[in-house]
């Protein structure tokens, strides 16, 4: 038999073949292969039942009879359950040979998930310049990087781009402000973005003061969309502290971009944004200003989307607009991801809704466009995270409190080990267990933040599945100077926990599939913590060391395999392995 790295693909040939050949067959039958309950399989057809109905039959007879229908195999054992599912249970022998085969998952997924890679462009982290990433920020830049090294890993070719918020009115104040203190952006000393950020919390009490302060900020704001080149100046240098803070935190998540275009970027663009939406009567004008009104939607029929201000200026959904043409015409995109705030939610419904009018009416192709949107970080007390004194969270404070905490942990279970291993084992254990953290929980939804939860030891978290790594490097470690069969002598799994383990480890293609399909990691991270625990149980009751060669030699296989798995799915969540900790 040849093995597919997704074994339903297998099981779902089979059996729209299998209902072909019935003499009542009536075309487009969808088996629906779904994992099945471990008492009664590893796989369930439920399509048969609907499909039955749809035509009139028994359900369960049905199911019969393509049972009766399939050839005969030592691949699976097949069973009849409820009203009509079809239980296939996969041999052990077929078991082994799956385990056998998929040592290189990056390259089978490759292949074998993504059919027709596609060109898909990945937007997220996505900061405001001139002032601090904040926690809110973590979201998109964890959630991004990982869906973006899903996709590569599963064969897409993906684009990132920051979209940096740096062309905001906020230029205007901080512009005012700058010139009002006599401020040289070369001296602001060692933290320059706190400064900006004061910079601007006075600019903006002065606006709020007085009139003339408020016409000097926009006028500030003005010369520099007009290109004064004393502004330019100060906006690019303000733009290049920004972009260090920000790259050292990315450095430190090990995020990367391959552009970070940001608003400003399009701003020679907006003009033929409004030119193309006006020609097509797509938008409007309503006091002054350009707005798209949805009269379909039940809500955007009243609340429009703002396209160009009363002023005349451009706004973040211009912006949005000209940048979606941008990388449908420059990049090619066929899929592009906005990874942001649920808060951001009608936004991007109503830039959606717009650019499939706009897109359709000019006669282009739209991109498939998802907003893939993620909920709050709460504080223990249940309200957004804050700190003590009520300012949010800085990034950096926290992913060095992280370091710091998990250096205590390596130091107190190892109080011999050089400072620089330390200092290894802190980064990866505090850094993977924030990240782990955000990605575990269904991202559309809050998550208390909890520094206790987050590095347990115990539990669905990052040191929990780093130190099942580390456990399985140390098998291998003890194996080392011993003489091992290879894995052409193992035998079938037979033993309730091999069998569990062999059968989970087969499942890993499904999780990537599923995180795939919904763009939300924390399925992976879910199938992540089983495969530990499955593990966990086998290794504890099956001694890999026993006398029997083959025994032997499958235990091994079992744990290279668990350990592959894991690193690579560690690996697609951003998170660092460790061979000992
Ligand atoms: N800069 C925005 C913010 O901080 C996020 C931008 C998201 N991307 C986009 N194309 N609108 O909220």
Redesign the pocket.
Known sequence: MKFNFDCTENLEALLVKTAESLDDFEGEFDPQIRLADERFGDFQANGVLPYAKKIGKNPREMAQRIMDALPFTEDWEVSLAGPGFINFKLSPGFLLGWVEAFGQPEEAAGTALVQKPKEIVI?FS???TAKQMHVG?IRSTIIGESLARLMAFCGHKVTRDN???DWGTQFGILLYAIKREKISLDQLGEDPIAQLENLYRKGTAWTKEDESSLAEARNELVELQAGNTENLELWKKIKELSMDSFEAIYEMLGVRFDYAHGESFYRDRVDQVYESLLEHKICEENEGALVVFHLEHKRFCKQPLLVRKKDGASN?ATT?LA?LLFRKEEWQAEQII?V??GR?RDHFEQLFLTARKWFDAEKRAIPQLDHVWFGTILGEDNKAIKTRDGQPVKLVDLLNEAIERASRMVIEKNPELPAEEVSKRAQAIGLGAVKYADLSQDRTLDYVFSWEKLLAMQGNTAPYLQYAVARISSIFRKLENEETPGSEEARPPETPHERTLARKLTFFPLALSQTLRELKPHFLCTYLYELSTDFSSFYNNDKVMVEDRRTQSLRILLCRRTKTYLCSGLEILGIETLEEM
Request: proline share 7%; charged share 20%.
């Open positions: 937007d996505s900061p405001n920020h979209h940096l918020g973040y949005d940048t906005y942001t705030d951001q």
